[in-house]
Structure formats: C-alpha cells, structure tokens
C-alpha cells in the first residue's frame, strides 16, 4: 500500500504542476496528493507498530491486509476523480466514476475503520516495549480511531450546504453535501490544504486527528533517544509521564480544532473563547510538563546518590 501511496504521490505531483484545470481554487491532484501523502504516512506508522513484537502477529498480519487493501482501494478511485478532472467525495452527478466512488467508499471506508479500530484494541490490549513506548503506542493508536471518527463529520455536517460546483473539466457538478459548515466548499480556499479561511471545515479535525498517530509515537522515539544523554529521562517512569503530557496536550488540541469548526469558525480567525481554550491547553500542558520534570529531576538524584550511599557502606 505504501509503495502504490508513493506512486501516487509521484504522478499527482506532475499533475499539480502540469495540468492547468482548477476546480474550487486548486488542482484536481492536490486530493491524490494528499490521499497519497496521508496514506503513506500512515501506512508507514501502522507497519512499524505491528513489526515490533507482539501477541497475536498472525491475526494482526490479516487485518493489516485488509488495512491496506481497504485503503488502496479508497484512494485508487480518489485518484480515478482526480485525473477525471472532477469530484470524489459527495460527487452526485451520477455518471460512471461518481457511481464507482459511492461504491468503493460505502462498503471500503468503513471496513477501512473497522479493521484500524481492531487493529487499535488488539494494540491497546498489550505492552508493547518498555512503559513510554506502550504509551505512546496506545495513544497513537486512539488517535487513529478518534481521527477517522471525526471523519464521519462530514457526514453529519450541521449545516451541510450542497450545492452546484464547477469542476476542472468546466461541467457543474451537483454535490450531496459540503465539508465547510454553513458555507460553500469554495469559499476562501487555502492554498494546498484546501481548507476554508473563511469559516469552519469538518476536514481540519479528521487531519489532526489522524497525524497524531506520527506525533506521539515521535514523542516517544525522542524522549527515547534523549534518554542517553538526559538524566533526568532515564527512568522509564518519568518518559511515560511526559508522554502521558503530550497526549493530553494533543488531545486538547484535537478538541479545540474540532469545536472550532463545528462553530464554524475558520482555523486561521479564531474568536476570544478559541484563544481562551488554546490558553488552557498551554498552560495544562506547561504545569504537567513542569511537574513530570521536577519528579523526573528527583527520581534522577535519588538514583545517583545509591552507588555513593553503598560506597559508603562498603567502607
């Protein structure tokens, strides 16, 4: 899956650059590219997980295939529409590849989250590595099940649009439902990401959602690797803590971002309440981490002063 993610990446790239069709602001292969991008990411992730060693490898071996199946799947028809010059997701215009998109994504996508959400309790369920990794495994693990649930936002949009939109190609394309809350899809377009500057988008919070699965396991890695050179991380005890900080941290984030939109406020305008609840988050954060320090400080010149304290009952 990753390898094929990676083709993708490679040919929706010289689309972006070499198509000159627009469609909402942007190119018909920025969804390919960042189907692809996210899937190799993901894929990536996932693999690395469930390479370390674990109870149940043969079971979890056949739901990564349906992992990969499901998501190669989801994404072939993404890029089928992209190269079309047209729509993917909500696509109502009826023709042969909206059909095959609605197919696909009906029975894949959430086969597709039933086999991550297996996947995630079968993880969950064991310690994997010492106590900061199986953290921060558990933790991306959750992140993943809690990013493709916010997915299903879109679905159940609170103000969902519609409307008739204008793809690459120049035909107006009748779309079921919108990813912005009560505005237009095309409504202030950012440039790449696609997201609306202008008010909520229900796209924003399925993203960080996801990502996390890279972040907290990157969060352990480090504090892993800083562990040979930083005393005070050394026991396993206080690198869980810290990780236990930054997934309550992200976890925060990942809500704000998700009620930001749901007010459908954009993520680049946010009102007082926004910077008040941002502000809450910091500061929880800062005194945990504060807090993970001073004891991590104290475990460490405890366990230094054990092999002077036994000198000297030697002597």
């Known amino acids: 899956m990753v390898a094929a993610m990676s083709v993708l990446v490679l040919v929706s790239l010289g689309g972006v650059l070499f198509d000159d069709r627009v469609q909402m602001g942007v190119s018909p292969w920025e969804k390919p590219l960042k189907f692809g991008f996210a ?19 043969r079971f979890t071996w056949w739901i990564g295939a349906v992992v990969a199946l499901s998501g190669t799947l989801d994404v072939a028809v993404i890029a089928i529409q992209g190269a079309r010059g047209t729509f993917s997701h909500f696509n109502d215009s009826g023709d042969w590849g909206a059909e095959l998109t609605k197919m696909v994504f009906n029975y894949f996508v ?3 989250m039933l086999a991550n959400l297996v996947l995630a309790i079968t993880l969950i369920a064991q310690r994997i590595g010492d106590k900061a990794t199986a953290l921060a495994i558990r933790l991306a693990a959750v992140s993943s099940v809690v990013g493709m649930g916010l997915g299903l936002l879109i679905s159940f949009n609170p103000e969902p649009m519609g ?3 204008t793809d690459g190609n120049g035909a107006s394309v009748e779309m079921m439902i919108s990813h912005n809350v009560g505005i237009r899809d095309d409504s202030g377009v950012m440039p790449f990401t696609g997201w609306s500057s202008v008010g909520g988008d229900l796209r924003i919070p399925h993203f ?15 504090l892993s690797l800083l562990a040979a ?7 396993e005890r206080t690198r869980r803590s810290m990780v236990a900080v930054v997934g309550l941290g992200y976890g925060g984030v990942t809500a704000l971002v998700t009620w930001q939109a749901l ?7 946010p009102d ?9 988050i910091a500061a929880v954060v800062a005194v945990g981490a504060a807090a993970v320090y001073a004891v991590g400080r104290g475990r460490a010149k405890a366990a230094a002063e054990r092999p002077a304290e036994r000198v000297r009952e030697l002597v």
């Not at 007082?272 to 809450?280: D, E, H, P, S």
């Open 39 to 57: 899937f190799v990411a993901y894929g990536l992730t996932l693999a690395w997980m469930l390479s370390l060693p674990h109870k149940g490898k």
């Open 110 to 112: 959430p086969l597709l």
């Open 163 to 165: 409307g008739t939109y």
């Open 208 to 222: 960080v959602g996801m990502h996390g699965m890279q972040v907290l396991l990157l969060a352990g890695l480090v």
């Open 229 to 235: 050179r930083v005393a005070w991380l050394r026991d």
């Open 263 to 269: 007010r459908g406020q954009s993520l680049i305008h």
């Open 272 to 280: 007082a309440r926004t910077w008040a609840a941002a502000g809450v």
